[in-house]
T-cell receptor, first 112, second 114 residues
Framework: KQEVTQIPAALSVPEGENLVLNCSFTDSAIYNLQWFRQDPGKGLTSLLLIQSSQREQTSGRLNASLDKSSGRSTLYIAASQPGDSATYLCAVNEGANSKLTFGKGITLSVRP | DTEVTQTPKHLVMGMTNKKSLKCEQHMGHRAMYWYKQKAKKPPELMFVYSYEKLSINESVPSRFSPECPNSSLLNLHLHALQPEDSALYLC?????WGLGSPLHFGNGTRLTVT
């Protein structure tokens, strides 16, 4: 059974820092991995999707990498801003039924 | 703006009420999903519809009844809920079911059962 782990559960950083959020998964047989952002009480916003054949994806200040063989993904946020404060969830899609297995998320707080 | 629209945004209901949650997408997606998310927990899959047919029911209690009247609409009918059913209910859609098709989520309905 696939398990997705995100550590730490919470992170607080000063504005302007570059930071890395980690995600690990136990079964490397995945179709893709998505990083989502969730603001309090809101739905999930897809940030980046990495297909299993890809190594990384970039969007603005965000860069996500995937090392399928080692079961790891990282989300890199450059020059963090207070508006980046949210919970970041990674989810793996094993493809057969598009069922996503989520990590528990990392709650990020960026201090002004 | 999300491309998956959920109504209402908030719902408070008593344990004897009957209510419905609605979800709509116009992206031509043929798979739609209901997820339940408790506070500080990741979303949990409840139901999957593919081409308007129920494909997955994750052993959800019968007090939750999904319906997919057409390819753009997904409903979740609620009856005789319990306070522990209070949660954020998220709808999602994908181009197809399977093959790693990425999911697009709505903003959810915050449900409180009193």
């Amino acid at each position: 059974k696939q398990e997705v782990t995100q550590i730490p559960a919470a992170l607080s950083v000063p504005e302007g820092e570059n930071l890395v959020l980690n995600c690990s998964f136990t079964d490397s047989a995945i179709y893709n991995l998505q990083w989502f952002r969730q603001d309090p009480g809101k739905g999930l916003t897809s940030l980046l999707l990495i297909q299993s054949s890809q190594r990384e994806q970039t969007s603005g200040r965000l860069n996500a990498s995937l090392d399928k063989s080692s079961g790891r993904s990282t989300l890199y946020i450059a020059a963090s801003q207070p508006g980046d404060s949210a919970t970041y969830l990674c989810a793996v899609n094993e493809g057969a039924n598009s069922k996503l297995t989520f990590g528990k998320g990392i709650t990020l707080s960026v201090r002004p | 703006d999300t491309e998956v629209t959920q109504t209402p945004k908030h719902l408070v209901m008593g344990m004897t009420n009957k209510k419905s949650l609605k979800c709509e997408q116009h992206m031509g997606h043929r798979a739609m999903y209901w997820y339940k998310q408790k506070a500080k927990k990741p979303p949990e899959l409840m139901f999957v519809y593919s081409y308007e047919k129920l494909s997955i029911n994750e052993s959800v209690p019968s007090r939750f009844s999904p319906e997919c009247p057409n390819s753009s609409l997904l409903n979740l009918h609620l009856h005789a809920l319990q306070p522990e059913d209070s949660a954020l209910y998220l709808c999602a859609s994908s181009r197809v079911w399977g093959l790693g098709s990425p999911l697009h989520f709505g903003n959810g309905t915050r449900l409180t059962v009193t």
